[in-house]
């Protein structure tokens, strides 16, 4: 099993910059990819980007080029840093790990919630 834990939601300002991060532990050498989803107020939950173990990254189309994603392989984090904050950011945003583990499996933390005020 992974464990991951977000931290560094809060309230932002349309215009300003928030980081996330996220910490996994357990099975972590069984980690392949990691990365942040969201879920606005009555909307699905929906990719924002991920980063495999060799650095590739993949984002949405919507959040090229505002957020950046990060990895720390060393210290088993994920970081998410976004520029440029819109109202619309406004979501819980939650960690995700990909990891093998007898087959595919997809890990997830608890979420942390990101106010983005106009």
């Known amino acids: 099993q992974v464990q991951l834990v977000e931290s560094g939601g809060g309230l932002g300002q349309a215009g300003g910059s928030l980081r996330l991060s996220c910490v996994a532990s357990?099975?972590?050498?069984?980690?392949?990819?990691m990365g942040w989803y969201r879920q606005a107020p009555g909307k699905q939950r929906e990719l924002v980007g991920i980063?495999?173990?060799?650095?590739?990254?993949n984002y949405a189309d919507s959040k090229k080029g505002r957020f950046t994603i990060s990895r720390d392989g060393a210290k088993n984090t994920v970081s998410l840093q976004m520029n440029t904050l819109k109202p619309e950011d406004t979501a819980v945003y939650y960690c995700?790990?990909?990891?093998?583990?007898?087959?595919?499996?997809?890990?997830w933390g608890k979420g942390t919630l990101v106010t983005v005020s106009s």
């Open positions: 995700n790990a990909r990891a093998i583990l007898g087959g595919v499996m997809n890990f």
């Open positions: 357990g099975s972590i050498g069984s980690i392949i990819a």
């Open positions: 980063i495999t173990n060799e650095g590739s990254t």
